[in-house]
């Protein structure tokens, strides 16, 4: 009921008494906390099976302990995700989720300064890009002008994606278009943003960082399982988002430990199908009987 369905303590204590269930607002915190020392080997094994997707995203939103801000972090692929929430947004907590795992695993994310600390091939999000291009569109003068262009040539890159996956374009073919017809011209808008003297202070930096993370466009031409947009980490936390919103956060460490590892298990369930109310049931009765907890993978 929390996990999945995002119910609050309160909530949860309404629907079991329609099941003719006696539970208190307190024994539900109990059963949170019971759940979260039952899950610490799954979520274990989960975070390790994510990090060794094929290729990986990762997102952050805000989160709030006893009313401080906190970071609620998501890394996902395509079967498996896991969550972990820190006190800091900063690149040291990046690396500290991610653990000692070699980073040569692709890892797609939005341009947040903190994700530069990954050693690994990155892709930039085109999704957060093409926003960022309307910003520069809205702009007057040669701003408009450039924002404009960068626009078409987002749209270049999203249409030829699609035909992509719909088979109308193989990879190689995927490549040479890119390479032919948008990689240069790309190059000269973001340049010409970049050293304009007559462009907008605010495009004069987004195309500096552009041009610096240049090959970080690109990422999802030459490797398999990589997309050019981070949507899949975006939907992903957004459970988290709504827990956070209708629970208004955590108040302790065994509350946080329980969110990232019931958010874990249901994200990961959710990719592969499986029953999360029955592996719940499999875990709290084999932690009954003192017998080690079956695994989620």
């Keep these: ?88 947004r900063s690149a040291e907590a990046f690396q500290k989720i991610l653990g000692e795992r070699p980073q040569n695993i692709p890892l797609t994310t939005d341009r947040y300064g903190a994700y530069n600390s990954y050693e690994g091939p990155r892709q930039h999000c085109w999704s957060h890009l093409d926003r960022d291009f309307e910003k520069i569109a809205e702009r007057e003068n040669v701003d408009g002008l450039i924002g404009n262009r960068l626009k078409e040539e987002a749209d270049m890159v999203f249409s030829s994606w699609r035909a992509f996956l719909k088979g109308l374009l193989t990879r190689k073919e995927l490549q040479a278009y890119i390479k032919t017809f948008i990689m240069p011209s790309m190059k000269a808008l973001i340049l010409l943003g970049s050293a304009g003297q007559e462009c907008h202070s605010k495009t004069h930096g987004t195309c500096k960082r552009l041009l ?48 990232e590892r019931i958010l874990s ?33």
């Excluded at 997707?53 to 709030?64: F, G, K, L, P, V």
């Excluded at 209708?246 to 460490?253: A, F, K, N, P, R």
């Excluded at 049931?281 to 079956?294: G, N, Q």
């Design 212 to 259: 610096s993370n240049f090959e970080c466009l690109w990422t999802y031409l030459y490797h398999e399982g990589v997309e050019p947009t981070n949507n899949l980490a975006e939907r992903d936390i957004r459970p988290g988002v709504i827990y956070r919103k209708l629970s208004y956060g955590t108040q302790s460490d065994a509350g946080e430990t329980f969110v």
């Design 1 to 88: 009921m929390s996990g999945d369905l995002g119910l609050t303590k309160r909530k949860v204590v309404s629907l079991a008494s329609y099941l003719n269930i006696k539970v208190s607002v307190g024994s539900v915190c109990n059963i949170h906390h019971l759940a979260g020392k039952i899950l610490k080997k799954p979520y274990e094994e989960i975070k390790q099976y994510t990090l060794q997707q094929a290729a990986i995203h990762a997102d952050e939103t805000s989160w709030y302990r006893k009313g401080n801000r906190q970071w609620l972090w998501i890394v996902t692929g395509a079967k498996g995700a896991f969550f972990k929430i820190d006190s800091s």
């Design 265 to 297: 298990v249901t994200a990961t369930f959710k990719k592969q199908a499986k029953n999360l109310f029955s592996y719940l049931t499999a875990c709290f009765t084999a932690h009954s009987r003192d017998a080690p907890i079956p695994t989620p993978l």
